[in-house]
């Protein structure tokens, strides 16, 4: 059974830090580029940042570049996102996402552009 578990995810006062992970079991890790895609109540999804199945690439949205830095270890088949300085808008639901790797990471926020997808940890910032 393919799963991706999220976890990290609670509440914490602006300006705090956060590592989330994502462990994945069931398919062959390795072989998978990852993202983290977030999602707010009331809003679309929106893409977070991706790295690359052997992790020498990444990327990230303006909204978070400086703040959130992604990484994999693929001995442990695990995901993380250390996200600093955290700021009430980055209130969301975190997921995390697999599809096979390409040549280039690309923003795409949509479920259903990626194979497996979690069932997401909340992060609240508030004071």
């Known amino acids: 059974e393919v799963q991706l578990v999220e976890s990290g995810g609670e509440l914490v006062q602006p300006g705090g830090s956060l590592r989330l992970s994502c462990a994945a079991s069931?398919?062959?890790?390795?072989?998978?580029?990852m993202s983290w895609v977030r999602q707010a109540p009331g809003k679309g999804p929106e893409w977070v940042s991706g790295?690359?199945?052997?992790?020498?690439?990444?990327r990230y949205a303006d909204s978070v570049k400086g703040r959130f830095t992604i990484s994999r270890d693929n001995a442990k088949n695990t995901m993380y996102l250390q996200m600093n300085s955290l700021k009430p808008e980055d209130t969301a639901r975190y997921y995390c996402?697999?599809?096979?790797?390409?040549?280039?990471?690309?923003?795409?926020?949509?479920?259903?552009?990626?194979?497996?997808w979690g069932q997401g940890t909340q992060v609240t910032v508030s004071s």
């Open positions: 069931g398919f062959t890790f390795s072989m998978y580029d």
């Open positions: 790295i690359s199945n052997g992790g020498g690439s990444t």
């Open positions: 996402a697999a599809r096979w790797h390409r040549l280039t990471l690309t923003p795409d926020p949509e479920k259903y552009n990626y194979i497996y």
